[in-house]
């Protein structure tokens, strides 16, 4: 019986200190330092084969509760230096690190920094879309009309000289199915007297080409596409002018020019055209001719007459921007007037004499832009009222015309 009882003790005795010391943990504290002892901040220390992990302080230190007892490699790793690992033995509650590390010796080959820019946002938009930039053309004496010819499926129709009718054809839709707006307001809020060839391109930061479908902001009944030119709207104090002169006394200038004061926001904005030609070219066909006394045709080479043209306007606009209360806040007037010769009807069989057409227009707004606003307003009001909502957060922009036009003809 004794022999049993110190048999059971032993076993007991053995079974006890026979468990495995597993799930006992100690906390490992330490500090990641350069060779002067500087600390280092933000370097990964973690456990290898472990989920225990953390950072390092702004003085270097670090802490890693719950590491089992055993046997155990730290890992130390940042872009600031080398990667480094300490083994240690973990068999009491704690332990103190110190780890000195060498500084990592980056060489990076290539950094870039990509953005896009603004033309290319608009056509990566989901519209078939073409971005004209006038920055290249804006100091030559190029037309708008023959920026456009010149884009991948637009042609431009112009009936003679400067003045002249002129049809938009996008990729075989023209007439009333290609719509042109100004900043995003139709074109014929303007009134007659305003084309595209009366906007000089150095007044045009860009010009938007869309075929078929077309942006909610340009409501209009557009089926076969639209023309959005977008002027300048820098707040720069600057000016610019220029002037040409050529063939068939065609005479072309405009200017434009921003005053702001930069304590108050107050700013000015001035721009002008004038475009003048006789349009006396010379032409012949089927039309071109005298009638002899016996009747028969002549068929001649003749200069045209009473075919000239003139359009002249200008803009202002006072008002403040980047303020608290606005990003942008003009009120503004914008009048042109255009004066053109009629020399014959749809044939040149019949030259007349004395007969044109007059018109001018006066147009009054009001704009207003402001981000930071749930809800996205423009309102146009001239001949017609136009209005486009579209939720888009954080902005706000306002604009509202009044139109008053006058046309003669005789």
């Given at each position: ?127 078939a879309v073409n971005v004209i930039d006038t ?245 146009n009001a001239g001949k017609n009222l136009f ?24």
């Amino acid at each position: 019986m004794r022999f049993f009882c110190i048999a059971l003790l032993f076993l007991t005795i053995f079974h006890v200190s026979a468990q495995p010391t597993t799930h006992l943990v100690a906390t490992v504290n330490g500090t990641v330092h350069f060779e002067g002892g500087t600390g280092v901040e933000h370097v990964t220390v973690r456990v290898k084969n472990s989920t225990i992990a953390t950072l390092s302080d702004a003085q270097g230190g670090f802490q890693l509760p719950n590491l089992p007892f055993g046997h155990h490699e730290i890992l130390f790793s940042s872009v600031e230096i080398k990667p480094t690992s300490v083994k240690l033995h973990v068999n009491k509650s704690t332990h103190s690190v110190p780890v000195q590390v060498t500084k990592a010796i980056l060489d990076l080959a290539e950094v870039q920094v990509v953005q896009k820019t603004e033309k290319r946002e608009i056509e990566t938009q989901g519209f078939a879309v073409n971005v004209i930039d006038t920055k290249e053309v804006a100091t030559r004496n190029f037309q708008t009309n023959e920026l456009l010819d010149r884009t991948v499926g637009v042609r431009v129709r112009q009936n003679g000289g400067l003045g002249s009718a002129v049809t938009y054809n996008l990729n075989g839709m023209s007439g009333e199915s290609v719509r042109i707006f100004i900043d995003g307001i139709p074109i014929s809020t303007y009134g007659a007297s305003f084309s595209l060839n009366s906007i000089p391109p150095s007044l045009i930061e860009r010009i938007e080409v869309y075929k078929g479908v077309i942006p909610a902001h340009l409501s209009d009944d557009a089926l076969g596409g639209a023309i959005n030119v977008i002027l300048k709207k820098g707040m720069s104090n600057n000016l610019t002018a220029s002037v040409s002169y050529g063939s068939f006394n065609t005479l072309q200038a405009n200017f434009s020019g921003t005053h702001r004061n930069a304590k108050s926001g107050l700013t000015v904005k001035a721009s002008g055209f004038y475009n003048y030609s006789d349009n006396d070219y010379e032409v012949w066909g089927k039309f071109v001719r005298n009638i002899l006394p016996n009747g028969r045709y002549d068929y001649v080479r003749a200069r045209r007459f009473n075919d000239a043209y003139r359009s002249v306007g200008g803009q202002v606009e006072v008002g403040f921007t980047d303020v608290k209360w606005a990003d942008q806040f003009f009120i503004g007037y914008n009048g042109s007037s255009d004066y053109k010769e009629i020399q014959h009807g749809t044939y040149m069989s019949i030259p007349y004499k004395g007969r044109f057409t007059e018109s001018e227009s006066h147009v009054v707004s009001l704009n207003y832009r402001k981000k930071n606003f749930l809800v996205s307003l423009s309102v146009n009001a001239g001949k017609n009222l136009f209005i486009n909502t579209v939720c888009l957060p954080l902005k706000v922009s306002t604009s509202v015309l009044f139109l008053f036009s006058i046309a003669r003809k005789i």
